[in-house]
C-alpha cells in the first residue's frame, strides 16, 4: 500500500456497516497504524443483520472500543431500505442500476451518519475519521461522492472546536475511486473475512442474491474469480 505506518497515538473513528466496503475500510484503517473506534448505527434499517456482521468484524480486528448508535429514521421513511412499503429493486442488470438514484437511497443518511462520526472523533481527540463512500458503485448516491466528502470536510473544520484551534479532523475515504473489483482485491491484501460480512438489503437471515447490493458483490466476485463464501438463497 506503500503509506507510512502511523504512531499509536493516531485516534481515529470508522464508520462500520458490516458490509464489503465498510469492512475493508476498517482493515485499512488498522493497517495505517490507528487506534480504531468503530461506530455503527441502527436505524432501524430493513437490513439490521448487517449490525451481526459489524459486532463480527469488529471483533475479528480487535477494535479499542464499537458503539452502536441507536435512532428510527423509519418516522420519515423516503427509503426502501426504511419503508417496507417501498419495494427493493431485484434483478436488475448493470446497466439498469446506474440509471437513476435507486429508492435504496437513505436521505441524508451519510450527512447524519458522519455528524455523529464527528462527535465522536471531537470528543476522543481523534485525528481521523473513516468512511467507505465509494464515487464508482453504480449505486450513484449523491452522498458517496468526493464533492460530498470534499464539502463535509468544510465542515469538519469549521464546525468543531478541534477544527478551528488545533488540527481538522480528516475524512478519509480510501475506497472513493475505485472499482468493487479493486476493494476486493485490496480486502484480500489487507486479510478481511469477507464470509463475516453482510451485503443484503433484503432483510433476511441468508442473503438474497437479487437485490442491487447482492449483485454488486456477485458480479465483482465473479469478475475477480473468486468464489463468495456469504451463502445465498439464489444467484
Same mark, same amino acid.
Given at each position: 500500500?506503500?503509506?507510512?505506518?502511523?504512531? *499509536?497515538?493516531?485516534?481515529?473513528? %470508522?464508520?462500520? *456497516?458490516?458490509?464489503?466496503?465498510?469492512s475493508?475500510?476498517?482493515?485499512?484503517?488498522?493497517?495505517?497504524?490507528?487506534?480504531?473506534?468503530?461506530? *455503527?448505527?441502527?436505524?432501524?434499517?430493513?437490513?439490521?443483520?448487517?449490525?451481526?456482521?459489524?459486532?463480527?468484524?469488529?471483533?475479528?480486528?480487535?477494535?479499542?472500543?464499537?458503539?452502536v448508535?441507536?435512532?428510527?429514521?423509519?418516522?420519515?421513511?423516503?427509503?426502501?431500505?426504511?419503508?417496507?412499503?417501498?419495494?427493493?429493486?431485484?434483478?436488475? *442488470?448493470?446497466?439498469?442500476m @446506474?440509471?437513476?438514484?435507486?429508492?435504496?437511497?437513505?436521505?441524508?443518511?451519510?450527512?447524519?451518519?458522519?455528524s455523529f462520526?464527528?462527535?465522536?472523533?471531537?470528543?476522543?481527540?481523534?485525528?481521523?475519521?473513516?468512511?467507505?463512500?465509494?464515487?464508482?458503485?453504480?449505486?450513484?448516491?449523491?452522498?458517496?461522492?468526493?464533492?460530498?466528502?470534499?464539502?463535509?470536510?468544510?465542515?469538519?473544520?469549521?464546525?468543531?472546536?478541534?477544527?478551528l484551534?488545533?488540527q481538522?479532523?480528516?475524512?478519509?475515504?480510501?475506497? %472513493?475511486?475505485?472499482?468493487?473489483?479493486? %476493494?476486493?482485491?485490496?480486502?484480500?491484501?489487507?486479510?478481511?473475512?469477507?464470509?463475516?460480512?453482510?451485503?443484503?438489503?433484503?432483510?433476511?437471515?441468508?442473503?438474497?442474491?437479487?437485490?442491487? @447490493?447482492?449483485?454488486?458483490?456477485?458480479?465483482?466476485?465473479?469478475?475477480?474469480?473468486?468464489?463468495?463464501?456469504?451463502?445465498?438463497?439464489?444467484?
Open positions: 500500500m506503500g503509506k507510512p505506518k502511523l504512531s *499509536s497515538e493516531m485516534k481515529a473513528v %470508522i464508520l462500520l *456497516s458490516g458490509g464489503l466496503d465498510s475493508t475500510v476498517l482493515y485499512q484503517a488498522r493497517a495505517d497504524g490507528c487506534e480504531c473506534y468503530v461506530i *455503527s448505527f441502527d436505524y432501524q434499517q430493513r437490513h439490521q443483520r448487517e449490525l451481526k456482521s459489524a459486532l463480527l468484524i469488529a471483533q475479528a480486528v480487535g477494535v479499542v472500543k464499537h458503539q448508535v441507536n435512532f428510527d429514521l423509519r418516522q420519515w421513511g423516503g427509503s426502501a431500505l426504511t419503508d417496507h412499503a417501498i419495494a427493493l429493486p431485484q434483478e436488475r *442488470s448493470l446497466d439498469e @446506474s440509471q437513476n438514484i435507486p429508492v435504496t437511497y437513505v436521505p441524508a443518511r451519510n450527512t447524519i451518519f458522519l462520526a464527528l462527535a465522536y472523533a471531537e470528543a476522543i481527540a481523534a485525528q481521523r475519521v473513516y468512511i467507505g463512500v465509494n464515487a464508482l458503485d453504480y449505486s450513484g448516491y449523491p452522498d458517496c461522492r468526493p464533492d460530498y466528502i470534499q464539502a463535509m470536510q468544510e465542515v469538519f473544520r469549521l464546525g468543531t472546536k478541534q477544527g484551534e488545533g481538522p479532523i480528516n475524512i478519509v475515504a480510501p475506497l %472513493i475511486n475505485l472499482k468493487k473489483t479493486e %476493494i476486493i482485491q485490496l480486502g484480500n491484501q489487507l486479510g478481511v473475512p469477507w464470509e463475516l460480512t453482510w451485503s443484503c438489503y433484503a432483510g433476511g437471515e441468508v442473503a438474497c442474491g437479487v437485490c442491487d @447490493s447482492c449483485r454488486l458483490r456477485l458480479a465483482a466476485f465473479a469478475e475477480l474469480g473468486l468464489k463468495d463464501l456469504v451463502p445465498y438463497a439464489k444467484y
